[in-house]
């Protein structure tokens, strides 16, 4: 008898961890896709350029390196970078010129 109660209580731990199993719900997963490519910074539209040069904060800094980024809507966007290193400031705009703010 104590050997049919010790099967029946194994079996129902058994059928209680099966049915304690985790169930993952739909997940969804967002993927951005960015092509970024370097470009000289002669290549960034001149809006971007007036920008630049009219803005105290950056209109006296060299630009090192200067990107066109197109993201999967096909939206342009430039990132630049000024100064070298520790020093180095980056901002982003649109085609249009305008800053694009962090978030």
Known sequence: MKKLALVFALGAFTFAGVQAAPVFS???VIQTVEDKVEIEAENLPQAVKDTILGSEETKALAISKAYQITDA????????????????LTKK?????KEISEE
């Open 93 to 97: 705009y649109d085609a249009e010129g």
């Open 26 to 28: 739909n997940v969804a």
């Open 73 to 88: 809507e096909g939206t342009l966007s430039y990132e630049v970078v000024f100064g070298m290193e520790e020093d180095a």
